[in-house]
T-cell receptor, first 115, second 110 residues
Framework: GAGVSQSPSNKVTEKGKDVELRCDPI?????LYWYRQSLGQGLEFLIY????????KSGLPSDRFSAERTGGSVSTLTIQRTQQEDSAVYLC?????????????FGQGTRLTVV | QQPVQSPQAVILREGEDAVINCSSS?????VHWYRQKHGEAPVFLMI???GGEQKGHEKISASFNEKKQQSSLYLTASQLSYSGTYFC???????????WGAGTKLIIKP
């Protein structure tokens, strides 16, 4: 597609329920990143993929968070047993590769509200 | 260690200049600058690399001081469209990732 697409754009869920957030990166981009942004805060790194592999899962806040990427394209971030502190905007970004000299393109984000 | 951005916020009149700083406690290889408007995705502005290479938009200028482990973004003759929150990302960290600052909020008034 023309840009990084994320769905849903907004999600309200009850505490304890599971949610899935989807990211469709720019075609041909091998690197894909997930970030979390709390209100008025910076970008908190969660996980990145190079192809379908996730070399770095160190940013995932707890074992309730998991992510996968299939076909080197679409990625899903899953949060199990959601808690109120999970409420945030979840941003996905993709880039041609994972190098330090490569710009990233961000999606519009999914605003997650846990009530 | 998260890079420190300063100032946290700045209000300007259209046409005025601004400098946004990003300081790291670690040696830097690269600094990335992005701007995020309220409710929108962050948008790429510039990458600065150790050794002097830069990639970015022609209308944006920035510096990278390796010795001071610091980068500065220069916004001259500011326009209303420059409003937003500016983030710097520095890296790589031990996991070869960027670490992002908390952001500098820039408000441009007519």
């Amino acid at each position: 597609g023309a840009g990084v697409s994320q769905s849903p754009s907004n999600k309200v869920t009850e505490k304890g329920k599971d949610v899935e957030l989807r990211c469709d990166p720019i075609s041909g981009h091998t690197a894909l990143y997930w970030y979390r942004q709390s209100l008025g805060q910076g970008l908190e790194f969660l996980i990145y993929f190079q192809g379908n592999s996730a070399p770095d899962k160190s940013g995932l806040p707890s074992d309730r968070f998991s992510a996968e990427r299939t076909g080197g394209s679409v990625s899903t971030l899953t949060i199990q047993r959601t808690q109120q502190e999970d409420s945030a905007v979840y941003l996905c970004a993709s880039s041609l590769d994972a190098g330090m000299n490569t710009e990233a393109f961000f999606g519009q984000g999914t605003r997650l509200t846990v009530v | 260690q998260q890079p420190v951005q300063s100032p946290q916020a700045v209000i300007l009149r259209e046409g005025e200049d601004a400098v946004i700083n990003c300081s790291s406690s670690k040696a830097l290889y690269s600094v990335h600058w992005y701007r995020q408007k309220h409710g929108e995705a962050p948008v790429f502005l510039m990458i600065l690399l150790k050794g002097g290479e830069q990639k970015g938009h022609e209308k944006i200028s920035a510096s990278f001081n390796e010795k001071k482990q610091q980068s500065s973004l220069y916004l001259t003759a500011s326009q209303l469209s420059y409003s937003g929150t500016y983030f710097c990302g520095t890296g790589p960290d031990s996991n070869y990732q960027l670490i992002w600052g908390a952001g500098t909020k820039l408000i441009i008034k007519p």
